[in-house]
């Protein structure tokens, strides 16, 4: 069985590799080939650049677009170009049994690629795009584009992952695509890395936050529930934001550090150094970093949103809070002070993962889809 991925567009190997992403993106797919014989092959918007780090892939086929097209200088040209994909790789579109998009955005290329060879299409969404485009500020026209290529791609698609139960009731309302289409597919943790790591205290008198600083983040809530707590903030990830957050941090008078971008490998470690992780977003799909934490054993903080609520079962698991500035900082100061409910909390976020979000059951499930999809 021979599987090609197409990447989000705009997405090479190195974006993977720089992001830290990379080794947790191929796991699933390793997994596949070593207890199934799948063949994989990635389709990915890098070129010459891509094959530096392709050693990494351990079998996985490397289909850089770049590497045969030119790489246009405007984006309006890039992405009518991106119309063309499937007919230079047609000798190994041809020859694969499915399609698969990783996300929406991008899915008019394996789209095209079904409509021209005839190949099973399965559609994963790590989050619903149109849904995340209506609660941000983006144009209308954005909004209205993104409606276009979400609704071709669900429309051609044999069958659709989607990450949670309210992304599965968004799909059916705004798309009417059938019940019996669509598979609820939650994001998977290899739960033998993200473990409590005994070798590793938990002696940071820090929370940790973990992501992307963009609005959807609200890091902003965050400084200003820990002004006047002296509790300070500890970041790992993107630093796009750095110089704007500590500004707000010293009129805040709280303490911020920045870890920068650390490989996925390393992060169970990190994690494992923290009591307490916090993730007060405007919104979320499925959040990995959440699912992370839990998996190590974090006590885990989380605004009462889309996202975040159907994950954490207050007072249980996490802690959920709602998006104010005085209910995040309680909900901190209620974990700090009370050593029995982290452990409580601990304890049940690490089963939680066991149960609903391993990598071995989501590798069995993906299998059984191919399976479907070419039966």
């Known amino acids: 069985m021979n599987i090609t991925l197409f990447f989000t567009y705009g997405v090479s190997l190195k974006t993977w590799h720089k992001s830290g992403l990379l080794q947790r993106e191929v796991k699933i797919y390793h997994k596949l080939m070593e207890k199934y014989g799948v063949e994989v092959q990635f389709l990915t918007y890098g070129g010459v650049d891509d094959r530096e780090i392709e050693s990494e892939l351990h079998g996985i086929k490397l289909l850089p677009v770049y590497e045969r097209l030119s790489r246009p200088r405007f984006k309006i040209i890039a992405l009518l170009q991106s119309l063309f994909i499937p007919f230079y790789f047609r000798k190994e579109i041809k020859k694969t049994d499915i399609l698969k998009s990783n996300q929406i955005w991008g899915g008019w290329t394996p789209v095209l690629a079904k409509w021209l060879f005839k190949k099973p299409l399965l559609v994963r969404c790590g989050y619903e795009l149109y849904d995340f ?58 739960i033998k890395e993200y473990r409590p790591l005994k070798n590793v205290l938990n002696n940071k008198e820090s929370i940790l936050f973990v992501g992307r600083l963009n609005k959807q983040k609200n890091i ?156």
């Open 220 to 375: 902003l809530l965050l400084l200003k529930a820990l002004s006047g707590t002296r509790i300070s903030l500890d970041i790992a990830g993107d630093e796009s934001l750095k110089k704007t957050l500590e500004i707000e941090a010293i009129k805040l008078d709280v303490t911020v550090n920045f870890l920068g971008s650390i490989p996925n490998d390393k992060m169970p470690e990190i994690y494992n150094q923290y009591d307490i992780f916090v993730l007060c977003s405007k919104y979320e799909g499925n959040p990995k970093v959440l699912l992370e934490a839990m998996a190590c054993g974090c006590s885990v903080v989380g605004t009462n949103v889309s996202g975040i609520n159907n994950i954490i079962h207050n007072g249980v698991d996490g802690v959920l809070v709602e998006e104010t500035a005085e209910d995040l900082r309680n909900g901190i100061c209620t974990l700090r002070n009370n050593p029995v409910l982290r452990k409580h909390i601990m304890k049940n976020a690490r089963e939680h993962i066991i149960v609903h979000h391993s990598l071995e059951a989501a590798l069995d499930k993906e299998y059984s889809t191919y399976k479907i999809l070419v039966s």
């Open 133 to 190: 485009a209506l609660k941000s500020d983006k144009n209308n026209f954005y909004k209205w584009f993104v409606y276009l290529i979400s609704w071709m791609s669900y429309k051609s698609a044999d069958r659709v992952h989607v990450a949670t139960n309210q992304d599965k009731d968004f799909v059916i309302d705004r798309f009417k695509i059938k019940s019996s289409q669509i598979h609820v597919f939650p994001n998977w943790i290899d």
